[in-house]
């Protein structure tokens, strides 16, 4: 109950396209959504994040798009870029002993083809 | 503004060898703080997770320990480093009263020999 499963593993795609990764949970006590963008060596980075009160959350050429009654989220990532290639990771936090604990997705290694 | 730092950046250890990774933060105070490993190709596991000074969480057994001897600083440690202990560390930082959003370190990566 406390996973998270995205998918695709990976995903290739042309510059231009709209690739688009999915995750779903089982927790409804879940209660903030990040997505995290990751270059090799380098730590993950807040891309962008969406509560379950909101069915979108649009931030430049990025936008979750979420499904409370499905418990399902997603990334768009629009206009897609050679430089958007990276592994993107969803997550699913939860509110405990005072903090918030955060479960991850297996990730999704995205690359834009030029 | 907020930033974190993480050292070293990389290190290579023999089997049987202790372990001290260290974590801090700047520009924050009463930060809650993480660490993750993230195992080659793979996602990010939750090891400890800390609200305060002395006060650490841990989320899977195993050979490692963390401490919290500041506000803002975090380390993790082992006395004897297994080969399964090869991954890269994440620490990460979360503001006392943010909306939820954690932002994460540099990262250090460890090769266990």
């Known amino acids: 109950q406390q996973q998270v499963k995205q998918s695709p593993q990976s995903l290739i795609v042309q510059k231009g396209g709209i690739p688009i990764i999915n995750c779903a949970y089982e927790n409804t006590a879940f209660d903030y959504f990040p997505w995290y963008q990751q270059f090799p060596g380098k730590g993950p980075a807040l891309l962008i994040a969406i509560r379950p009160d909101v069915s979108e959350k649009k931030e430049g050429r990025f936008t979750i798009s979420f499904n409370k009654s499905a418990k399902q989220f997603s990334l768009h990532i629009m206009d897609s870029q050679p430089g958007d290639s990276a592994t993107y990771f969803c997550?699913?936090?939860?509110?405990?002993?005072?903090?918030?604990?955060?479960?991850f997705g297996t990730g999704t290694r995205l690359k834009v083809l030029a | 503004s907020q930033t974190i730092h993480q050292w070293p950046a990389t290190l290579v250890q023999p089997v049987g060898s202790p372990l001290s990774l260290e974590c801090t933060v700047e520009g924050t105070s009463n930060p809650n703080l993480y660490w993750y490993r993230q195992a080659a190709g793979r996602g990010l596991q939750l090891l400890f997770y800390?609200?305060?000074?002395?006060?650490i969480s841990s989320e899977v057994p195993q050979n490692l320990s963390a401490s919290r001897p500041q506000d803002r600083q975090f380390i993790l440690s082992s006395k004897k480093l297994l080969l399964s202990d090869s991954g890269f560390y994440l620490c990460?930082?979360?503001?006392?009263?943010?909306?939820?959003?954690?932002?994460f370190g540099p990262g250090t990566r460890l090769t266990v020999t």
């Open positions: 800390s609200v305060g000074i002395g006060q």
């Open positions: 997550a699913a936090s939860i509110t405990t002993s005072g903090t918030y604990k955060y479960i």
């Open positions: 990460a930082w979360r503001g006392p009263s943010g909306a939820g959003e954690q932002y």
